[in-house]
Nanobody, 120 residues
Framework: QVQLVESGGDLVQAGGSLRLSCAASGRYFRINAMGWYRQAPGKQRELVAGITSGGSTNYGDSVKGRFTISRDNAKNAVYLQMNSLKPEDTAVYYC??????????????WGQGTLVTVSS
């Protein structure tokens, strides 16, 4: 019923930058919080950054000062600007959003994931 489509994952050298994008489409009334998570092989999925509908942000400790999350409500999109990338940032990055449906109930959805590989 709703889809989150991600783009921007790539192979990049340590110290480089990438910008991830995620756009929502489908049937919903509104989007509340949006966020980015990541998962490396054999590890739990972890929060990278989140942003509320009002623009408040929070970040995982390992990315503070390097990554910036933003959103464009008119485009139903969320972005993750990643600077000063480190090899330990290598993971599949997933977009997540909390939606309100047309009968005013909450549900969430996940993107398909996009691979970020940082070489040393």
């Amino acid at each position: 019923q709703v889809q989150l489509v991600e783009s921007g994952g790539d192979l990049v050298q340590a110290g480089g930058s990438l910008r991830l994008s995620c756009a929502a489409s489908g049937r919903y009334f509104r989007i509340n919080a949006m966020g980015w998570y990541r998962q490396a092989p054999g590890k739990q999925r972890e929060l990278v950054a989140g942003i509320t509908s009002g623009g408040s942000t929070n970040y995982g400790d390992s990315v503070k000062g390097r990554f910036t999350i933003s959103r464009d409500n008119a485009k139903n999109a969320v972005y993750l600007q990643m600077n000063s990338l480190k090899p330990e940032d290598t993971a599949v990055y997933y977009c997540n959003a909390e939606f309100i449906n047309t009968v005013l109930r909450r549900f969430d959805a996940w993107g398909q994931g996009t691979l970020v590989t940082v070489s040393s």
